[in-house]
């Protein structure tokens, strides 16, 4: 759907109302004093401290060769066809992203579940995969403790419907989905120490008609729902969103737990990638949203920009949207960014 009304930061929505996506306007100073600001408040309340260890968790080795593979990924997932969600197009998707994961030795499960929505009721499939933490549960003489924190990485999969009858989503559902599988691959061989990691691949995010409680965000509501219900000890939820596209210039949205934001902006510094990321001075309503509303931190990495030239996002909700437009530098970015917010969580 198109943008329809800007969004003032950093409010959240009132009462778990569902805002529409909006277009950005370039991050101003006033966001970037905003977060400092914050960060300073936070600072002054307690001792300071001690600045964090530069990665004192695991060090997941996210290589070029990762990044190419998850392009790759994106190509066989796009060859499948559009993906709209309640269609056998999208649950030919979520069967082969789970059937992706089992192949590399990871639990994948299909999570199916009915919604209703405007135009009627919609089945939707997330996919999920936990990748246990190389750390044993702790146990005491027989008692149960209190699970490890999991974190959640979650990549929706599923296209826009009506856009074209060949809209394949290579960067919106196609990009992210193929990283999230990369990465599960890369953590299944190297797992953090300290926290379980939950790939959740989300159907539905898109809206049939308008943003709202019942239309679109179907699978990241349903995930956070669940996670609420049982309790999870949720450490970081941390949402991919079109971030395959050439010219990457991931734009971090206001409604985002701060200290996420600015644990995204120091991995981006980390890997030579700062440049490339900036303060959205608005909210994006995304798969993260229904995280923070449900009490979770949650960071949206989305690259809201995405056209043909510096600055358009004309390719957005097009037949453009084709794997052409995406690099495989782009994903290893990512990838790598990724992995050392993971390395940075990763602490008991
Ligand atoms: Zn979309």
């Known amino acids: 759907m198109p943008p329809s009304?800007?969004?003032?930061?950093?409010?959240?929505?009132?009462?778990?109302?569902?805002?529409?996506?909006?277009?950005?306007?370039?991050?101003?100073?006033?966001?970037?004093?905003?977060?400092?600001?914050?960060?300073?408040l936070l600072a002054g309340c307690r001792p300071a401290p001690p600045?964090?260890?530069?990665?004192?968790?695991?060090?997941?080795?996210?290589?070029?060769?990762?990044?190419?593979?998850?392009?790759?990924?994106v190509t066989v997932l796009c060859d499948l066809g559009p993906r709209d969600a309640g269609t056998p197009g999208g649950e030919r998707a979520a069967r082969w992203i789970a059937n992706e994961l089992r192949q590399a030795g990871l639990p994948a499960r299909l999570?199916?579940?009915?919604?209703?929505?405007?135009?009627?009721?919609?089945i939707?499939?997330?996919?999920?995969?936990?990748?246990?933490?190389?750390?044993?549960?702790?146990?005491?003489?027989?008692?149960?403790?209190?699970a490890l924190p999991v974190i959640v990485l979650l990549s929706h999969f599923d296209t826009k419907s009506g856009i074209a009858p060949d809209f394949i989503g290579?960067?919106?559902?196609?990009?992210?989905?193929?990283?999230?599988?990369?990465?599960?691959?890369?953590l299944q061989r190297t797992p953090l120490r300290h926290c379980r990691v939950l790939?959740?691949?989300?159907?539905?995010?898109?809206?049939?008609?308008?943003?709202?409680?019942?239309?679109?965000?179907?699978?990241?509501?349903?995930?956070?729902?669940?996670?609420?219900?049982?309790?999870q000890a949720v450490r970081a939820v941390i949402l991919l969103d079109m971030i395959g596209d050439r010219d990457l210039t991931v734009t971090l949205p206001a409604n985002g737990t701060p200290q996420l934001t600015l644990l995204a902006l120091e991995a981006a510094k980390q890997v030579g990638?700062?440049?490339?990321?900036?303060?959205?001075?608005?909210?994006?309503?995304?798969?993260?949203?229904?995280?923070?509303?449900?009490g979770f931190p949650a960071v949206d990495l989305i690259d809201f920009v995405y056209g043909s030239a510096p600055g358009l996002h004309d390719y957005w909700h097009t037949a453009q949207d084709t794997v052409d437009k995406l690099s495989a530098t782009s994903l290893t970015t990512m990838g790598q960014v990724v992995a050392e917010m993971l390395g940075r969580l990763d602490t008991p």
């Not at 101003?28 to 400092?36: D, E, W, Y």
């Not at 001075?281 to 993260?288: E, K, M």
């Open 5 to 40: 009304h800007l969004t003032p930061a950093p409010n959240r929505p009132p009462g778990g109302a569902y805002l529409p996506r909006t277009r950005l306007r370039w991050p101003s100073r006033t966001a970037f004093l905003g977060l400092a600001t914050l960060s300073g």
């Open 51 to 73: 600045p964090p260890a530069p990665t004192p968790g695991v060090r997941i080795p996210f290589a070029t060769s990762n990044g190419t593979q998850a392009l790759a990924q």
């Open 111 to 122: 999570d199916s579940f009915t919604n209703q929505t405007p135009s009627g009721p919609l």
């Open 124 to 146: 939707c499939h997330n996919v999920l995969a936990e990748i246990p933490a190389a750390t044993p549960e702790p146990s005491l003489a027989g008692r149960r403790r209190p």
């Open 170 to 186: 290579a960067n919106d559902g196609g990009s992210s989905t193929g990283l999230l599988l990369e990465l599960a691959r890369l």
């Open 199 to 231: 790939c959740g691949f989300v159907d539905g995010e898109e809206c049939r008609i308008q943003f709202g409680p019942h239309d679109g965000l179907h699978g990241s509501r349903r995930l956070a729902s669940q996670l609420a219900d049982s309790r």
């Open 273 to 294: 990638a700062r440049d490339q990321f900036r303060l959205a001075d608005t909210n994006i309503l995304d798969d993260h949203q229904p995280f923070l509303d449900a």
